[in-house]
């Protein structure tokens, strides 16, 4: 039997908001660590994309998570849209009998031209 874990997180409420406003971009998780928004999009394919196609999405996908942010009434909440936004790709396929796992992982800063989206 896998053990059991329970996990403790702030604003869950927030970050099922985050979750459902990108629910049509495929698989999101949103998790909130280290101060920073952590999205994760798996199994659609996305490490295989473009690397330009990679970047704007990851681009679109945090500024749809800043704008959810900066929606809240609460004060501690959108200073998080100030925070760097992490958007990893995750996509697994079976090769030969073996799992193989790609990742692409873009940390999107708070301010410079990938947060205006320039």
């Not at 985050?18 to 952590?38: D, F, M, P, S």
């Not at 999009?41 to 800043?66: E, I, N």
């Not at 609460?74 to 936004?85: G, L, N």
């Amino acid at each position: 039997m896998a053990p059991f874990r329970l996990r403790a997180t702030r604003y869950p409420e927030v970050l099922d908001a985050i979750e459902q406003h990108l629910a049509g971009e495929g698989r999101v998780t949103c998790t909130l660590g280290a101060g920073r928004v952590h999205l994760t999009l798996r199994g659609a394919g996305a490490t295989r994309w473009s690397p330009d196609a990679q970047l704007a999405r990851a681009l679109a996908m945090a500024s749809a998570a800043r704008a959810v942010l900066v929606a809240d009434a609460r004060a501690p909440v959108q200073a998080h849209a100030r925070h760097a936004i992490v958007v990893r790709y995750e996509d697994v396929t079976v090769a030969a009998g073996c799992d193989v796992r790609a990742q692409w992982e873009c940390v999107i800063p708070a301010s410079g031209p990938l947060a205006r989206g320039s």
